[in-house]
């Protein structure tokens, strides 16, 4: 299954909620709030009463689309949490938001993830000071996020500077914006989180 490219506004209205999915956009100028129907010639009509397996499944499709996955390394995700010790629904979480796409754009290099992951791929990152072009690299506690010094002559990264200092990063985070560095002081727990879905809804999904 090939990466959807189209106009993401549609995966909002399709959910029914705001996916963050343009970063600050979404905040000024939201598709959803001036259409707030499902897309197609349908979408208008009175919604039908939706069984158990449907609700699982939008959550499902919600998680994937906020943080930009398919569904093949979802369900890989997925597996590996329900292996760890501990709640499943937390362990997913905590995975999906050490990704390194994840990562560049909560400490706000990025708007949005998708461009987060266009970054990343580039090569602008490094991981401990070595390069790491992998947006689905799993970083762990202490580890150090740091944009190249290549990449710090940039015009993006030097107005991505100015732009720091007016964002805050999760409590789990420290940015160094002198350093264009950011590090992962601990993992985040589900208060840390504020996501548009119900992620033990996924957990459901996968277990029946």
């Known amino acids: ?15 029914g909620v ?16 001036r259409r707030p129907t499902r897309p197609g010639q349908h979408g208008s009509g009175r919604p039908r009463k939706a069984s158990g397996y449907a609700l699982q499944l939008r959550e499902k499709q919600k998680v994937r689309r ?15 949490a329900a292996h760890r ?40 990152f490094a991981v401990n000071g070595r390069k790491t072009d992998i947006p689905s690299f799993i970083a762990k506690p202490n580890d150090v996020i740091t944009v190249r010094e290549r990449s ?13 200092a007016q964002k805050g990063v999760p409590a789990w985070l420290d940015l160094d914006i002198t350093n264009m560095t950011g590090r992962v002081t601990s993992l985040p727990s589900r208060t840390d989180l504020e996501l548009p879905f119900e992620e033990q809804k996924v957990i459901e999904f996968y277990q029946r």
């Open 85 to 124: 010790p501990g709640k499943t629904s937390e362990n997913l979480l905590q995975i999906l938001e050490m990704r390194l796409d994840n990562l560049v754009y909560r400490l706000g290099f990025a708007d949005s993830r998708a461009q987060a992951r266009q970054l990343v791929c580039h090569g602008h």
């Open 1 to 15: 299954m090939a990466r959807y490219t189209g106009p993401v506004c549609r995966l909002c209205r399709r959910e």
């Open 18 to 33: 705001k996916l963050f999915l343009k970063g600050d956009k979404c905040i000024t100028n939201c598709t959803l709030e």
């Open 66 to 80: 906020t943080y930009g996955i398919l569904e093949r390394q979802f369900r890989k995700h997925f597996d590996t």
């Open 152 to 164: 710090k002559g940039l015009e993006y990264f030097k107005t991505r500077a100015l732009l720091l």
